[in-house]
């Protein structure tokens, strides 16, 4: 069972433009929740966080937001680079249960236009 | 500051043989993770260690996969024997709190 969901496989975006990457969760307990980049033959890269005592993280050009209501999240890159085209990974833990395994979304491929 | 460090980088053996992956993480993090990614599809985690004690296992197909963290550094991740489902990147991680650093992970080819 997937407990965190990425539906879009991919998504193309000119250079300059935003980027928003969505993930969905359905476990409750999931406090906790990251954003990886992933180029290829490398491991993932851990790019920005947020508790769930937030709504919005801010980093630079990346900003995650968590709609706790609706158990979705997004991650927002402005202005889009072409170095920014990777696969991007959502990961939720549930830190309070004192675990802090984590649970990938199947991943979204960006891919920037210049 | 130096990463998590795997070896080797790719690996193809014939089904029924047995492998070995190695692993050492950030100095000084305490947790050391093995996950396993299929291709398509996000990291899924094997075993966690806390220093050199398992803390979660429960994923882990413990007929044929084991593991083990001595003097709570390097890790090492074994298949024995492996099958063709096996075949996938294995990603080594450590965290000193909640971020974990990934390792450029390990790619099994078992034909």
């Known amino acids: 069972d997937q407990q965190v969901k990425q539906n879009s496989p991919s998504l193309s975006v000119q250079e300059g433009r935003i980027s928003i990457l969505n993930c969905d969760y359905t476990?409750?307990?999931?406090?906790?929740f990251l954003w990886y980049k992933k180029y290829p033959a490398e491991g993932p890269t851990f790019l920005i966080s947020?508790?769930?005592?937030?709504d919005k993280n801010e980093d630079g050009r990346f900003t995650v937001f968590l709609n706790k209501s609706a158990k979705h999240l997004s991650l927002h890159i402005v202005p889009s680079q072409p170095g920014d085209s990777a696969v991007y990974f959502c990961?939720?833990?549930?830190?309070?249960?004192?675990?802090?395994?984590?649970?990938f979304g199947t991943g979204t491929r960006l891919t920037v236009i210049p | 500051e130096a990463g998590v460090a795997q070896s080797p980088r790719y690996k193809i053996i014939e089904k029924r043989q047995s492998v070995a992956f190695w692993c050492n993480p950030i100095?000084?993090?305490?947790?050391l993770y093995w996950y396993q990614q299929i291709l398509g599809q996000g990291p899924k985690l094997l075993i966690q260690f806390q220093n050199n004690g398992v803390v979660d296992d429960s994923q882990l197909p413990k007929d044929r996969f084991s593991a083990e963290r001595l003097k709570g550094v390097d890790s090492t991740l074994k298949i024995q024997p492996a099958k063709l489902e096996d075949s996938a990147v294995y990603l080594c991680?450590?965290?000193?709190?909640?971020?974990?650093?990934f390792g450029p992970g390990t790619r099994l080819t078992v034909t």
């Open positions: 990961a939720a833990s549930a830190r309070e249960t004192g675990a802090n395994n984590l649970f």
């Open positions: 991680a450590s965290s000193a709190r909640y971020e974990q650093y």
């Open positions: 100095s000084g993090h305490a947790t």
């Open positions: 947020i508790s769930s005592i937030k």
């Open positions: 476990n409750s307990m999931f406090d906790y």
